[in-house]
């Protein structure tokens, strides 16, 4: 996990224990297939807008991206976790689909 632009190095811990409910979606994973970034733009304002980018190199490379807008750094946080969780459900479940067909 990088943090890109808005964050600092001491928010790392806090930013992860949001994000760690992402770790069981990623387990199926090897930690070296995976890469994330997390950025925010115009922080604490109400233009704030968080992206967190995932990156799975293997078995193919797939690029999930979530973005929030909520003004509240953690209701952010909490969304673009949710969202990612959301699409890399979606991911799994097409592969497990087609897998099948």
């Known amino acids: 996990m990088r943090l890109g632009t808005g964050f600092h190095a001491d928010e790392r811990e806090r930013i992860l224990d949001v994000l760690r409910k992402l770790d069981q979606r990623l387990q199926r994973y090897d930690a070296?297939?995976?890469?994330?970034?997390?950025?925010?733009?115009?922080?604490?304002?109400?233009?704030?807008?968080?992206?967190?980018?995932?990156?799975?190199?293997k078995p193919r490379t797939d690029e999930l991206v979530a973005t929030s807008t909520e003004t509240g750094l953690r209701d952010a946080l909490n969304e673009v976790r949710d969202d990612m969780w959301?699409?890399?459900?979606?991911?799994?479940?097409?592969?497990?689909?087609?897998r099948r067909a």
């Open 32 to 57: 070296d297939a995976v890469d994330m970034e997390l950025t925010v733009k115009d922080r604490e304002t109400t233009k704030q807008k968080v992206t967190l980018e995932l990156w799975i190199a």
């Open 86 to 98: 959301r699409q890399l459900d979606e991911m799994i479940n097409r592969r497990i689909d087609a």
